[in-house]
């Protein structure tokens, strides 16, 4: 049906910065909107950020990466960013791409929310 791949994950100094891709395929018909997630060692997922991509891509980021994370779209790749500067060791984490889409499935449309396996991004010295 619907599966999305990140990229850009690693290992970077505290203040460096990474620039994380989510990209959908398959029967993606639309997508509504995009967002990130991220799930700590000892820590509940939480939501980093989304962005609308049916209307005027509106834009919505978690109080403690407000400043340091922007989150942006290419609708015509499927695909959303997460550009992440002056990175802490706080922000290390599993990131996982999340999509809300429409989707072909049996030539019938399907409201679908999915999930992406995760990248790791670890910040240390």
Do not use: H
Not at 22 to 49: D, F, H
Not at 70 to 82: F, G, H, P, V
Not at 116 to 124: A, D, N, R
């Amino acid at each position: 049906q619907v599966q999305l791949l990140e990229s850009g994950g690693g290992l970077v100094q505290p203040g460096g910065s990474l620039r994380l891709s989510c990209t959908a395929s398959g029967t993606v018909a639309s997508i509504n909107a995009m967002g990130w997630y991220r799930q700590a060692p000892g820590k509940q997922r939480e939501l980093v950020a989304r962005i609308e991509f049916t209307r005027g891509g509106s834009t919505e980021y978690a109080d403690s990466v407000k400043g340091r994370f922007t989150i942006s779209r290419d609708n015509a790749k499927n695909t959303m960013y997460l550009q992440m500067n002056s990175l802490k060791p706080e922000d290390t984490a599993v990131y996982y791409c999340n999509a809300a889409v429409v989707a072909v499935v049996a030539s019938a449309y399907k409201y679908l929310e999915v999930w992406g396996q995760g990248t790791l991004v670890t910040v240390s010295s």
